[in-house]
């Protein structure tokens, strides 16, 4: 076999010569604009990264990694306040332009980072309250139903939102709490996501049990929207995946934006949706969609005399007389909802309990608040009541304030004849129509000359009358912090659900406070925040046990596990049948009849027994009724053989079977 040297042709030689040549002159094409466009920049007097002058890849970047609001922070540390954070972008510290930029003319136009919020529907973009760019459109869209977000409209829901703590408070119970004990650890920030996603949109489901508060939020968000909740509070864990998926939706909404036409790239288009179908907020519209034609169709599990969102947006479709409301803008709505409710609202519940817990002396004056209020132990909190105490006030405001559901920048774009800045190394130079200013508002609510020195502090104080201060100065002080408060956005453009989620805070907290003692189980470490436009949090493991003078939920004999009677004049039970119907942390089935044999027991009534599934395995509670209460064991199946069982007797509570 002969060896052969391949040597190219002279016009293969050719070609690859003429191709490389073309790509380095594209390439210093490329460089040479950058650098012209850099040159002639108007933004090239202000200070910021060396990268960002010339590139969006650099915000991107920094974005992606979850902690953009502290990376902004040292920037106007060293720079000042202002920073230009990409070639047109331009970071601004300076809360007296927040009623010039955010007012009510609407000449301060959105910028297409909220493009990504819209959805592609039959090929074409819908956008939604959020996301809409035109001014005049968004007023057309949010006046037919503006009316059922104000505090008057939300406090209608009100009974529905009552459920849901109930049932939040009814799983704590059966799944951790055991009296005045502290309970054994477990994730409250999850819990309350679930409730507070149970108080907006969908029909009901029935998942399977499991364990896991942000499901709070989303329960919440379903009860409201929809008058059934999405199912975690039951379920206790994200059973659909739902809840992954809006964690990963908002990852790629913060960075996406940045650079907007990758959004039309990746996401919307045609052949995106053919080759893996609807993702990001096209797959939540779709979900919405759905939502709609099981309404229409009646299909839906729901009480019909109690009013919900969905309830009202379809009102407003039939009363609408310019052919401005369809189901698309209905759609719109729902996402609305269903998007940033949830996840603001699991935000500011969470930053209360955590940062008052951390913060030495908030959690005991809290307390002793709530608890001196003169409010029936084991209720729910009403909105009116929960407003009437100044410190749980300063808390959630503080609470908001410290990190608010929206930690990074809101752009706008600069109208025409341009702004001037008042403030930074240009001081007093104008920019011009067309630059982007973004307002971080967990920058601005940190500003100093605002919040005072302390405005890196968590400090609920902040919002009530000092010692030896004025009315007419404290008046001030808060009108000063109220105007400059951008958690919520402002002007025409603030969040539409700003009162109901603000409802839901002051009474969950409120009644958390009012029922458990909470604590934390690892004080000495810091919660892990990671931002993605919303701040996601992670890390409030608590173990809680119920306030003196709190009952848990009754035991019902229809809800208990397993029953067993006593023998007549028998001291004893023996070969008590067992049935475990249940899920185990892993979602997988148990249908056993298992044979407990059990020795040497005080006369009784009648048995329960109650399982739960951990990591170190199954745990049987056992219950015992006598004339003055009930008895409780916690122990393993193998050992209720044994003759001597440790019976503690509660006579102020018990807790339900499961």
């Given at each position: ?379 729910v909190v009403s909105l009116k009541e929960a407003r009437k105490l100044p410190y749980l006030e300063g808390v959630v405001r503080e609470a908001i304030r410290y990190l608010p559901g929206v930690s990074l920048g809101l752009e706008r774009f600069v109208p025409a004849g341009g702004q001037k800045l008042s403030l930074g190394k240009a001081k007093d130079a104008t920019v011009p129509e067309g630059t982007i200013l973004a307002f971080n508002p967990w920058i601005i609510n940190r500003n100093r000359e605002v919040w005072g020195d302390d405005s890196y502090e968590f400090r609920p104080e902040r919002w009530l009358k000092a010692d030896g201060e004025s009315q007419e100065a404290f008046s001030r002080r808060l009108r000063a912090m109220n105007d400059t408060d951008l958690s919520f956005g402002a002007g025409s453009r603030i969040c539409i659900g700003k009162n109901m989620g603000v409802m839901q805070a002051y009474k969950v907290v409120a009644t958390l406070v009012l029922n458990y003692e909470i604590e934390l189980v690892h004080p000495e470490r810091e ?132």
């Amino acid at each position: 076999m002969s060896n052969h040297i391949l040597l190219p042709m002279p016009g293969q030689m050719l070609a690859a010569g003429v191709l490389t040549q073309y790509l380095l002159a594209a390439a210093v094409a490329f460089f040479a604009y950058i650098l012209v466009s850099e040159l002639g920049s108007p933004l090239r007097r202000y200070p910021g990264p060396f990268l960002a002058r010339f590139t969006n890849l650099w915000r991107l970047y920094y974005i992606s990694r979850g902690s953009f609001q502290h990376d902004v922070s040292r920037l106007h540390k060293r720079y000042g306040p202002v920073v230009r954070i990409a070639p047109n972008v331009l970071d601004v510290d300076d809360p007296s332009l927040l009623k010039t930029v955010f007012g009510t003319k609407g000449d301060w136009k959105k910028t297409g980072y909220y493009d990504s919020a819209s959805a592609l529907i039959n090929g074409h973009i819908v956008h939604n309250i959020f996301s809409q760019p035109d001014e005049d459109k968004h007023a057309a869209e949010k006046k037919p139903v503006a009316k059922y977000y104000t505090p008057t409209g939300v406090l209608t829901l009100e009974p529905l939102i009552d459920k849901t703590i109930a049932q939040l408070c009814k799983e704590l119970d059966t799944r951790f709490t055991i009296g005045s004990a502290l309970s054994k650890p477990f994730d409250l920030g999850s819990w309350i996501l679930y409730c507070a996603s149970i108080f907006l949109i969908l029909p009901s489901l029935t998942p399977p049990p499991a364990n896991n508060l942000r499901q709070d939020a989303w329960d919440v968000i379903g009860t409201a929207t929809f008058s059934a909740p999405f199912g975690y509070l039951s379920a206790g864990r994200d059973f659909d995946g739902t809840l992954l998926a809006s964690e990963s939706l908002l990852d790629y909404f913060a960075w996406v934006g940045c650079i907007p036409v990758l959004d039309r790239l990746l996401q919307k288009n045609n052949l995106a949706q053919w080759i893996r179908g609807p993702a990001g907020f096209s797959a939540l519209a779709a979900t919405c969609v759905e939502r709609l034609i099981a309404r229409y169709s009646g299909t839906e599990n729901r009480d019909p005399t109690q009013p919900d969102y969905l309830d009202r947006f379809i009102a407003a479709k039939e009363e609408d007389t310019e052919g401005i409301v369809d189901d698309n803008q209905i759609v719109s709505w729902i996402m609305v909802n269903m998007g940033p409710g949830a996840d603001t609202t699991a935000i500011t519940i969470r930053s209360a309990l955590y940062y008052s817990l951390k913060t030495p002396g908030a959690w005991e004056r809290l307390e002793k608040e709530v608890l001196g209020a003169g409010w029936t132990p084991g209720s729910v909190v009403s909105l009116k009541e929960a407003r009437k105490l100044p410190y749980l006030e300063g808390v959630v405001r503080e609470a908001i304030r410290y990190l608010p559901g929206v930690s990074l920048g809101l752009e706008r774009f600069v109208p025409a004849g341009g702004q001037k800045l008042s403030l930074g190394k240009a001081k007093d130079a104008t920019v011009p129509e067309g630059t982007i200013l973004a307002f971080n508002p967990w920058i601005i609510n940190r500003n100093r000359e605002v919040w005072g020195d302390d405005s890196y502090e968590f400090r609920p104080e902040r919002w009530l009358k000092a010692d030896g201060e004025s009315q007419e100065a404290f008046s001030r002080r808060l009108r000063a912090m109220n105007d400059t408060d951008l958690s919520f956005g402002a002007g025409s453009r603030i969040c539409i659900g700003k009162n109901m989620g603000v409802m839901q805070a002051y009474k969950v907290v409120a009644t958390l406070v009012l029922n458990y003692e909470i604590e934390l189980v690892h004080p000495e470490r810091e919660w892990t925040v990671i931002n993605s436009w919303f701040p996601r949090q992670e890390g409030l493991e608590a173990a809680t046990s119920l306030v003196s003078g709190v009952s848990a939920t009754p035991i019902e004999e229809s809800s208990v596990v397993a029953r067993a009677s006593a023998g007549s004049g028998s001291s004893a039970l023996s070969n008590i049948v067992a049935v475990i119907n249940g899920f185990n942390d892993d979602g997988i089935t148990l249908n056993e009849v298992i044979t407990l044999p059990l020795d040497t027991c005080k006369p009784i009534t009648s048995q329960y027994l109650q399982y739960s599934w951990g990591k170190g395995g199954v745990i049987v509670r056992a219950y015992k009724k006598s004339s003055s209460g009930y008895c409780r064991c916690d122990t393993s199946p193998e050992n209720l053989s044994t003759s001597s069982l440790a019976w503690e007797h509660e006579d102020a509570w018990c807790v339900k079977a499961i």
